[in-house]
């Protein structure tokens, strides 16, 4: 496809102009890291000596940290936290991002979302993870404690320029919170850009969603293996949701854009030789491309900023973020 790079380039210098909310399932990676040392005694079982414990935003916490690096922190979050450390981690991890959490609600009866990794190495090999450790509440809010998201949603909103639903089925996002932020974002002219893993078809009158390819796969009900049935179930969801762009990533087969009018764009991966860990890209993607619909760029050229910025955070561990120099920076090498 034909890129016009001044016009990628001006929309990535508007990256910083939007105030985003995010609404969805804050969480926390705890990476912990270790040298493996020796095989233990009592099992057959790696001993790692506790190099450092690393706390990085993931979840709906991540999307939050890519916007807030390339918006200078005009970033609200709306979530649910506990009573537990895990929760004290999670805040002092948004305040070093720069992350505004005035309308985060704690309910005693859940869990801070935390996933933590343990990642071993040794000096003639990389660091691999291990093993993962989760802990969350997987029941959806109480009564008590949706309306009162809902009540900060309400005033959250008018503040902002465009809404992130991100949902990773942990319990935040309850139909009633969905349907509310969107019946808010239509009343007061905001963008509501979808990032889930199922239900698709339960988020009506949102401006796009970003879901990947096996999760467009289960919600559309055939299987996804050439350029007619990726149009195809591009059509569905636009049917199925009136939204006005639906952006569906493939992994090592790049992007495809699906808008109203039959109007499809296909878009190649950038740095396929260099993925070294996938985790959080989709927020990533999500995150880019949310910004840069509400600073003013089409579709396709949002996806393509969202494209580049995958292309940098999948070459660092974890849930990353990138800059808007690093993006610039990018597109110049494109």
């Not at 093993?131 to 509440?137: E, F, N, S, Y």
């Not at 992130?164 to 919170?177: A, E």
């Not at 996938?278 to 927020?283: K, R």
């Amino acid at each position: 496809m034909n890129i016009d790079k001044e016009k990628l380039v001006s929309y990535i210098k508007k990256l910083a102009e939007p105030k985003i909310l995010v609404v969805g399932d804050l969480a926390m990676d705890e990476m912990v890291y270790g040298d493996a040392e020796r095989i233990s005694r009592e099992a057959p079982v790696l001993i790692l000596q506790h190099t450092k414990t690393k706390p990085i935003l993931g979840g709906a916490s991540n999307a939050a940290h890519n916007v807030a690096t390339l918006n200078n922190g005009k970033i609200f979050v709306i979530g649910v936290f506990g009573e537990d450390y895990q929760a004290e981690q999670l805040f002092e991890t948004f305040k070093q991002a720069g992350i505004d959490t005035r309308y985060v609600i704690q309910d005693k009866n859940r869990k801070t979302i935390t996933k933590t990794r343990i990642l071993g190495s040794i000096t003639t090999s990389i660091t691999q993870q291990i093993v993962r450790i989760d802990r969350q509440t997987n029941e959806p809010l109480s009564e008590e404690t949706e309306s009162k998201v809902i009540t900060n949603i309400e005033r959250a909103i008018p503040d902002c320029d465009l809404v992130i639903l991100s949902n990773y089925h942990i319990g935040t996002l309850t139909q009633n919170v969905i349907k509310r932020t969107i019946e808010l974002a239509k009343q007061y002219g905001k963008k509501v850009i979808v990032d889930a893993q199922r239900d698709l078809f339960s988020y009506k009158g949102i401006t796009s969603m970003t879901p990947n390819l096996p999760d467009t796969q289960k919600s559309v009900g055939f299987a996804i293996d050439s350029i007619e049935t990726l149009q195809k179930a591009g059509d569905k969801l636009l049917a199925e949701t009136d939204a006005e762009a639906i952006l569906i990533t493939c992994g090592a087969d790049g992007m495809f854009v699906a808008e109203p009018d039959k109007k499809y764009t296909k878009i190649p991966v950038f740095n396929k030789s260099e993925v070294f860990d996938v985790t959080g890209a989709g927020d990533t993607v999500t995150a880019v491309y949310s910004l840069a619909l509400a600073a003013g760029a089409d579709p396709v050229y949002a996806a393509l900023i969202g494209n580049v910025a995958a292309s940098i955070v999948v070459r660092q561990w974890g849930c990353a973020t990138t800059t808007v120099e690093e993006l610039l920076s990018a597109v110049e090498k494109l």
